[in-house]
């Protein structure tokens, strides 16, 4: 199946590294999109066609502010930059990257090598020769992505919480992440936290730790701490000016907030 939108019981896949099953379902939502499931449970969102169609909020956030990473936005097809993705799902944001920024160079870390193959056998990529895709767990396969660095960015995909291993909370992971990027580059996570922001101010401690500038954004609701949702971590090896921070604001989705440097004390309260 190549673009065509699949059926209600659409090809499925068996996942050995993380013994579950992967399909592709309608989106009761969007008839135009397709969801991907893993173990039964919504994992990303396509909109076939249309590669430049984010469908979650959380990651049109993540790709308005990496237009705005400076090692990216001096990317060219002459002097192309580089981007590594951990997590991959439905390669959603690398498909968008393809058309935003032709020529960019990808690398996507996914624990399921069957689930790459089975979301890329479905839906190709535009120009697979720029996208290599590395079987293993964002944490030990790092070393394996190492001979593509410096990257332009570091998108850390899996929905960070408080309940994540704590090793990959720690400063030392936060360092290795850092270490992947250039001068101008940045690391973005993506952390799925509750109440309070307990994850988000245990990642900015250790970013801090490791003499990184950090600012995080999300809806105002949840930077207040009170509701649940998705934040975006930004950690850089130098400071973004507050021009740049009132563009990752103004690029939304709206509504959001950014708070950066002090503000950041004040997290969840």
Not at 61 to 82: F, K, W
Not at 123 to 128: D, E, M, S, V
Not at 222 to 250: C, F, M
């Amino acid at each position: 199946m190549t673009g065509d939108r699949p059926s209600a019981l659409g090809p499925r896949v068996r996942l050995p590294a993380s013994g579950t099953e992967a399909g592709w379902e309608p989106d009761p939502y969007r008839p135009d999109a397709v969801v991907l499931t893993v173990g039964g449970a919504e994992q990303s969102t396509l909109v076939p066609g249309s590669p430049t169609t984010l469908v979650y909020e959380y990651l049109q956030r993540v790709a308005n502010i990496l237009d705005l990473v400076p090692a990216l936005s001096h990317h060219t097809p002459t002097e192309p930059a580089a981007i590594a993705h951990l997590g991959g799902g439905a390669l959603s944001l690398t498909r968008r990257l393809e058309v935003t920024h032709p020529g960019l160079k990808q690398v996507v870390v996914d624990l399921d090598q069957e689930l790459m193959d089975f979301v890329t056998s479905s839906y190709p990529l535009a120009t697979p020769s720029l996208t290599r895709i590395v079987a293993g767990d964002v944490e030990h396969a790092l070393g394996s992505v190492e001979s593509d660095a410096p990257f332009a960015a570091v998108v850390l995909d899996i929905a960070l919480d408080q309940h994540s291993p704590a090793r990959l909370l720690s400063a030392d992971y936060m360092g290795r992440l850092l270490s992947l990027t250039g001068p101008d580059g940045a690391v973005l996570i993506n952390i799925g936290d509750d109440g309070g922001l307990p994850a988000t101010r245990t990642i900015v401690a250790a970013c801090r730790s490791q003499g990184a500038s950090v600012f995080v954004t999300a809806p105002s609701d949840v930077l207040s701490g009170d509701y649940t949702g998705n934040v975006i971590l930004v950690a850089s090896r130098h400071a973004w000016p507050s021009e740049r921070l009132e563009q990752v604001k103004a690029a939304g989705p709206h509504p959001a907030s950014v708070f950066s440097g002090a503000e950041l004390d004040f997290l969840g309260s």
